[in-house]
């Protein structure tokens, strides 16, 4: 397909070339990681034991903490989009700020709260004798801490877009706003809704700072996919690559499916 | 009931069950404020008193409050049936009873047979036919619509106001009926309320208002010219004004010169708005024959004649 030329004249060079080194800057590592695995010994790396343990963990982990943003990060996007309340930029503010947040810092701040003598971390052992850090449990926790600002702020946009007369037509019919929200707002917000969710399931997937911090690396327990590639990384460069590999492929596959399920739809 | 919205609306209105008060008034007089007000979508001060109860103490679900939306807002996720049925299964019904329910009156609105499409597969007229269903599925004491027929086809309009006048005639509530055309008002209402600039210019029964319009705002929605003349007003028809681009000689005392400012359409006839060179704005209506003949075009200077014996005079009603 050839595009008519611009009516406005050529996009000057100033601003081309910039934008060509955009997009080598963020090819080209991509393209060279690519270019450098040992394809022959791919199969053999891929069947490591390593390797689907922390696969698995991750996929696990990062679709149990999409849940738990669901849960929690519906109620609050709707609070936040439907709701006039005093305090509610702020609380916006707040919820966003882990988005901005180094993902260490988010692990050290987990610790402090959760961990051992947090000051959640010590009443919840001394209560039930579990606690979070360096468990599954704490690899999720870890993952919906960084994951949920992206839920919730995707979120509340789909809701935000969504017509509120709709659910002032369900008021006029009866509905209560538990009904309402039910039986109007998320239907018509559910593209939107699924997106955020598989925004804050690869943010998960990928989440290592906070996870690591928070978690240590435990093989088969808190070694997820992206501990996994950075301790391989010491040791044998081959191995690290064929590990990215695996998280290139499941990562722009997330971002196919997004683009034809949902970003392009209205 | 008399309602207050603060700085946008202040209206009082009495009627009785079966009654149809037509709310008529130009693009941003209060029409659909006074709507929202009742329906609990905006907040008003004052009482609307529905059976002994004052609706404005009610939470906006609670209030058995039909309510027909200007572009329907029908639930796009839902069939025609699940959107009918839709009250009766907020307050509890069981879906079975509901979905019956909810096919009877598509029945009753003559479109069973879309029962279930989605709305996007529905044309205005259709889904302006499953929104009054739906409506009036949700059993309203209030039956409010807003606008229904704007942004139909012309014939669409016509078969949707025949048939909407007879449904309206079987429901036993109050109903309050937004429009901008005085058709509605005058088919299809028992009184008309004429709301202008957030207030109530007049409330009256269609033919007081249309026969005797309270402000020459009233007389143009009503399709009339009105003109005071020191404690009187005195109303023409369009159609009895004659048009001639000279001087007309006669018996017509009443008679402008001016300058044509708009030609629509209207019916089977033109309708010119006239600026008299002294002042009011005019308007006639003339067959496109003539108007090509006289060449009536926006600029052109004409003459607007009026017999004596069809113009109606009564008191200005004190504003």
């Given at each position: ?266 | 009931?008399?309602?207050?919205v603060p700085g946008r609306l202040e209206a009082g209105l009495t009627a009785a069950d079966g009654d149809v ?268 024959a003539a108007a090509t003949e006289l060449g009536l075009t926006p600029g052109r200077a004409v003459w607007l ?15």
């Open positions: 397909m050839r595009t008519a030329p611009d009516p406005l004249g050529r996009p000057p060079a100033l601003l081309l070339v910039p934008a060509a080194l955009a997009t080598a800057l963020l090819v080209v590592p991509l393209a060279a990681m690519v270019a450098a695995v040992d394809w022959p010994g791919l199969p053999a790396q891929l069947r490591s034991e390593p390797l689907r343990d922390a696969l698995w963990l991750s996929l696990t982990t990062s679709t149990a903490a999409m849940l738990v943003c669901l849960l929690l990060g519906l109620p609050l996007a709707w609070l936040l989009a439907r709701v006039d309340f005093a305090g509610r930029g702020a609380l916006r503010a707040l919820v966003t700020v882990p988005l901005v947040l180094p993902p260490v810092v988010a692990g050290v701040a987990l610790r402090t709260a959760f961990g051992r003598t947090g000051v959640l971390g010590a009443p919840l052992e001394e209560l039930t004798g579990f606690s979070f850090p360096f468990t599954v449990w704490g690899v999720v926790l870890a993952h919906v801490f960084v994951s949920l600002p992206f839920v919730v702020i995707a979120v509340e946009g789909a809701l935000r877009s969504a017509n509120p007369e709709y659910d002032a037509a369900a008021a006029t019919l009866g509905a209560s706003r538990w009904t309402g929200f039910r039986r109007v707002t998320v239907p018509l917000a559910l593209p939107g809704i699924l997106a955020g969710m598989v925004l804050g399931w690869a943010r998960s997937l990928g989440e290592f700072g906070a996870t690591i911090t928070f978690n240590g690396n435990y093989p088969g327990r808190t070694q997820t996919m992206p501990t996994l590639i950075y301790v391989t990384r010491q040791a044998d460069q081959d191995a690290a690559l064929a590990l990215s590999l695996v998280m290139l492929v499941v990562s722009v596959a997330i971002l196919v499916m997004l683009r034809d399920r949902w970003l392009v739809t209205p | 009931m008399r309602l207050t008060v037509a709310v008529i008034g130009p693009n941003g007089a209060g029409k659909s404020t006074l709507v929202r007000a009742l329906a609990g979508l905006v907040q008003a001060d004052g009482h609307a008193r529905l059976d002994g109860v004052n609706l404005l103490r009610v939470p906006a679900r609670d209030r058995h409050v039909g309510l027909v939306f200007q572009d329907q807002m029908l639930f796009p996720h839902l069939t025609a049936r699940d959107n009918v049925a839709f009250g009766p299964r907020a307050r509890g019904v069981p879906r079975a009873e509901a979905d019956a329910a909810a096919v009877a009156w598509l029945d009753r609105l003559g479109v069973a047979e879309l029962a279930g499409r989605r709305p996007r597969q529905l044309s205005g007229g259709q889904a302006q036919r499953v929104a009054i269903a739906r409506a009036l599925a949700a059993d309203p004491r209030l039956l409010l619509l807003d606008e229904p027929m704007a942004g139909l086809d012309v014939g669409v309009a016509t078969s949707l106001r025949l048939e909407l006048s007879a449904h309206l005639a079987e429901f036993t509530g109050v109903t309050l009926l937004v429009t901008h055309d005085a058709i509605d008002a005058l088919t299809i209402a028992s009184h008309v309320l004429v709301v202008d600039e957030g207030r109530v210019a007049q409330f009256g029964t269609p033919l007081e208002v249309s026969q005797q319009p309270a402000t020459d705002h009233v007389a143009r929605l009503v399709g009339l010219n009105v003109l005071r003349r020191g404690d009187l007003l005195r109303a023409f028809s369009p159609t009895a004004v004659t048009v001639d681009v000279q001087e007309p000689h006669g018996s017509a005392r009443n008679r402008w010169p001016g300058r044509v400012a708009a030609v629509s359409p209207h019916g089977g006839t033109l309708r010119l708005v006239v600026r008299t060179t002294d002042g009011p704005e005019l308007i006639a209506d003339v067959t496109p004649s009026v017999k004596e014996s069809s113009v109606r005079s009564y008191a200005a009603a004190p504003a």
